[in-house]
């Protein structure tokens, strides 16, 4: 149905099936949201959180979902051996040749229907990529597609955790064996907790205090707000990746593809914006650079990539509560 070299050409790693439309964790969730840790997430409540009890409630003719793995690892790893500077984006932000990853996966995923059309003409599927309100890592729980690791990321035993998740959600049931649920790996390690410095992992329920974690900090808060402690003596200006950078089994990946030869070596080609502007220099030099850049201004210049959604403005907030940053 699915074949192995289709689904490598789009960067798939795995991909998993489930008739199972109900979340294993949705307590949790609600449980999460009832201790307001959701912080400044607004958008995680209300109708919205009700919603994500059944992929019906999204999609009335659900039946099914298929669930793949989109991997970056490779893409990662491959821009860390490159001469960079002071400031980090995360990973995600630069491994999708610099767009923004919904619009490329959306792609890779309307491509996946289109194909199974062939073979099933009355198929109907609705591609599920953050926007639509569906607690994606548990339905990649549910497809058997590794577990929730400490640090709250779905972890696949041999790709890691550096994948996006992108699903079908499918108007009829396939004849396809539905996995079985990934045991927890992360055993006694509390690695991810350790390194986060904003202490904003709760290893107890693997959840995160949302305020606390400069993703939220850093992506999702657009005007001036305190930054989370911790946070002005970080190198991260959009997004964060250090709950993942010290995951043994993110180490354990990259030691397995070292083992079979060198990295790819990164492709720049769409990203030379985002290394002249970003990647370069110290964290003023950055601040600086955005300075001298009007808000359309950076709107052209990054237009399609992920900067795009705090843009110019919310860019220097976050640049500006360095301590190394002057002016
Ligand atoms: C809101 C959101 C955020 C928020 C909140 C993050 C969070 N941890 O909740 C912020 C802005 C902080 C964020 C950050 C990031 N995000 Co985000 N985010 C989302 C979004 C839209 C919703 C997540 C959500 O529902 N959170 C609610 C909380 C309660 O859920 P949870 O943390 O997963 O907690 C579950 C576990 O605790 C579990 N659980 C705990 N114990 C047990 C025990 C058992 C037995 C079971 C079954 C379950 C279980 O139950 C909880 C409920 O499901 C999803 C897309 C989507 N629609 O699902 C992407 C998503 C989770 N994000 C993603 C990514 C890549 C990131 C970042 C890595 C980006 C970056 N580099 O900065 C960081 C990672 C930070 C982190 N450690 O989580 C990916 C994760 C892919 C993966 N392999 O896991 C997703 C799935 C997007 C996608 N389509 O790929 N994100
Ligand atoms: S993404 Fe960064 S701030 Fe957020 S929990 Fe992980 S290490 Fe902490
Ligand atoms: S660092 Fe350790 S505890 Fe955290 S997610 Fe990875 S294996 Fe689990």
Redesign the pocket.
Known sequence: MLNADFLQNLDIVDWGYTNNLEPLSYDKYMAWLKQEQHGSLSYLEGERADQRRNLKLVYPECKSALVFLFSYAEKKYALEQEELGHAKIASYVTSFGGLDYHHVIKDHLNKITDHLKQTLPTLEARPALDVLPVLERDLALRAGLGWF???S?M?HKSEG?FTMIGALLLNQELELDTSSIEVD???Q?????EACPTLAIDLDTRTIKADLCVSTYTIETFKDAPAPNGYAQMSEVFGCDI?QD????NKRWLRHRLSQGALKSFNWSGLEMMRDTFLKGTMTQVADRIKSLGVREFKRLFKGTALERTGRNGLLKNLLHKKDVSG
Do not use: F, L
Request: charged share 5%; glycine share 10%.
């Open positions: 690791g400490k640090n990321m972890i955790s790996h992360c055993g390690c509390t690695a991810c907790a709950c010290v995951c043994p089994w």
